[in-house]
């Protein structure tokens, strides 16, 4: 499997920050990275991590099984996570979550019909002095009204 | 910065906060950036160590447990290579300071890094990042290669960034070696400490970012200036992360033993909408949570211990009396129902237990006898698990049930939620 030049160069980088012999912790970056490129873990992304670090596919699929933002079918163009853990629940993050819901008509891990926009509720997203607070992909929105919600999902079903 | 600063901040690590470009290293070295380390180049290990001793400096991720002796336990003479790593997989509900040292004086972190290798002859580092957090991945390579370009990295010391990918159980310092290892983050047997075993099975210093960052301010200024800036055990300030039911949430630098009371009425400007306080999350949501009238406390490790909670890692959630604290109780348990690794038992079959009594509580369908059962369930997960986490989940529920039993018993045999009756629980 052959990834892109940047992500190999950044592959290549991880590979030699880490102890000789000790290849086998760029794991979980090499995954997430992978997944950024190609769109979700796939059997092939397995296969060739296990390839490139010397380890098993057993090995590798037992670390994509434990962390959440590695998910094995692909999201939407747009992952939009909302949190509703404690300082976002206190703020109005559930209601966010809910109108996200209606709006789209999909639900948690859920992709609307056209692959545009995935959703997600997610925990604590270290956000909190400026709850309620989501992310799309890797961008961090704030203070989200209900207006902004609607305003960023008429955007991202667009864009 | 996300947030307007207040007045009765102390800007100690976040005094560069706010100048024009206060990431680059330009901007760094023009503001005393490096100096520290230069300084510390030039006294001996035990030097430095002692310095971070006498500062009083305590352990910014949730512990508590003081940093100076932390690095003492690193044995210096063994033959094994050393090294740091940086816990910033901030993950800890109520807590997003991390965020902003990295993003606005990420240098600041470097040269913390540095001095602590300085103190146990380690040769390399590693900033393990939750995967969330991926503009500080770039933030933090980019200022590391300027570092490499001006001669601090390089030169003895090499520093790299790690990402995690979702997983709160990482934040604990066994899990997260295990994570930087390549495998499922699950925690390690202790003793050994990682002081002793850590890292790619070599002695490690493991500190939270906000730990690291005070060190550069203790070199330059002495141990003694950052201890007296605090209380006595408690030196220094941090960050303090307002959050919930305030009217200027934000995260602010306050020192050590700062009266709570002033913090949520003055630094956050009082409870919103004229409401009154019900409850305080003191230090994150693994905490035992105070009522509004045992918040008349300074902020400090000792004096929260004291109240039978935790500084934790400084997330300051503030509920209002619309609050319903089942419903806080089951948001908890929710999440560390979904973060429990599932390694110990307590701890995996307990959270999923108590949110199970929690949801049919709050659904209406509560017994009385399920108070007590949430009550001793999750005493019995105390101390009988490998990492924190167990304690995490239990002790808030814990101090929920006991001194909010009058709105369990609101919600039984089929009453709805007085809270949600009365309107939305969120009225924002």
């Given at each position: 499997?052959t ?12 590979m ?26 796939t ?20 670390v994509?099984?434990?962390y ?9 163009k ?8 404690i ?24 992709v ?28 961090f929105y ?18 | ?28 070295l ?17 030097a ?13 991720g ?12 690193v ?18 509900p ?12 990420p240098?600041q ?28 991945i770039?933030?933090?390579d980019?200022a ?13 010391f ?6 995690g ?9 066994s899990?997260?070696?295990e ?15 990682p002081?002793?075993v850590?890292?790619f ?33 408690n030196?220094?300030?941090r ?28 630094v ?34 000792d ?38 690794c ?44 490998f990492?924190?986490l167990?304690d995490?989940?239990?002790l ?33």
């Amino acid at each position: 499997m052959t990834f892109s030049h940047q992500l190999e160069a950044k592959l290549a980088k991880l590979m030699r920050s880490y102890p000789a012999g000790r290849e086998r912790s760029a794991l979980v970056p090499l995954l997430l990275f992978a997944q950024d490129e190609v769109g979700a873990v796939t059997p092939e992304v397995v296969e060739e991590a296990a390839r490139r670090l010397k380890i098993t596919t057993l090995e590798v699929e037992e670390v994509v099984s434990y962390y959440s933002m590695l998910h094995r079918r692909p999201l939407g163009k747009h992952h939009l996570q909302i949190c509703t853990n404690i300082s976002c629940l206190l703020t109005g993050g559930s209601e966010l979550w809910e109108q996200a819901c209606r709006r789209l008509g999909v639900g948690h891990k859920e992709v609307t019909a056209d692959g545009q926009i995935s959703l997600e509720e997610v925990e604590c997203i270290g956000a909190c002095s400026w709850a309620p607070a989501l992310q799309v992909n890797y961008d961090f929105y704030h203070q989200v009204t209900p207006e902004r919600l609607d305003r960023l999902l008429a955007e991202l079903r667009n864009v | 910065m996300y947030n307007q600063p207040s007045p009765l901040e102390t800007r100690i690590l976040t005094r560069r906060f706010g100048l024009p470009r206060s990431a680059a290293i330009e901007t760094y070295l023009a503001h005393e950036g490096y100096q520290a380390y230069e300084k510390a180049r030039g006294m001996t290990p035990e030097a430095i160590i002692e310095e971070v001793k006498t500062s009083a400096l305590r352990g910014r991720g949730g512990a508590g447990f003081p940093a100076g002796m932390k690095w003492s336990f690193v044995p210096r003479a063994s033959s094994k290579p050393k090294y740091i790593v940086v816990n910033a997989d901030e993950s800890e509900p109520g807590t997003c300071k991390d965020r902003l040292l990295m993003e606005n004086d990420p240098h600041q972190l470097i040269e913390g890094m540095l001095i602590a290798a300085l103190a146990v002859d380690a040769r390399a580092g590693y900033i393990y990042i939750r995967g969330e957090y991926r503009y500080l991945i770039e933030i933090m390579d980019r200022a590391i290669a300027e570092a490499y370009q001006h001669g601090f990295l390089g030169r003895g010391f090499d520093a790299y960034t790690h990402t995690g990918a979702g997983a709160y159980e990482c934040g604990e310092e066994s899990a997260l070696l295990e994570s930087l290892e390549g495998k499922r983050g699950i925690p390690r047997i202790r003793p050994p400490f990682p002081a002793v075993v850590g890292a790619f099975q070599c002695p490690t210093v493991l500190n939270n970012v906000e730990t690291y960052c005070a060190v550069p301010w203790i070199i330059l200024r002495g141990g003694g200036a950052f201890a007296e800036l605090g209380t006595p055990k408690n030196g220094g300030t941090r960050l303090f992360c307002l959050s919930g039911h305030v009217n200027r949430p934000g995260v602010y630098e306050l020192p050590l033993g700062f009266p709570l009371l002033k913090m949520i009425h003055e630094v956050g400007g009082g409870i919103r909408n004229g409401n009154r306080l019900k409850a305080v999350i003191p230090g994150g949501s693994s905490c035992p949570l105070l009522k509004a009238e045992e918040a008349d406390l300074p902020m400090d490790y000792d004096s929260l211990a004291k109240a039978r909670s935790m500084l934790g890692s400084g997330g300051v959630v503030i509920m209002d009396e619309t609050t319903c604290m089942v419903k806080v109780a089951l948001r908890i348990m929710r999440f560390y129902a979904h973060e429990s690794c599932g390694w110990c038992i307590p701890c995996r079959e307990g959270t999923n237990w108590l949110r199970k009594l929690l949801e049919r509580f709050h659904d209406g369908m509560g017994r009385s006898s399920d108070i007590v059962l949430i009550g001793s369930l999750a005493k019995n997960m105390l101390g009988r698990t490998f990492c924190p986490l167990g304690d995490a989940a239990a002790l808030p529920t814990i101090s929920i049930v006991e001194k909010f039993a009058a709105e369990f018993e609101a919600h039984l045999e089929g009453r709805p939620c007085p809270f949600e009756e009365a309107g939305r629980l969120v009225m924002a």
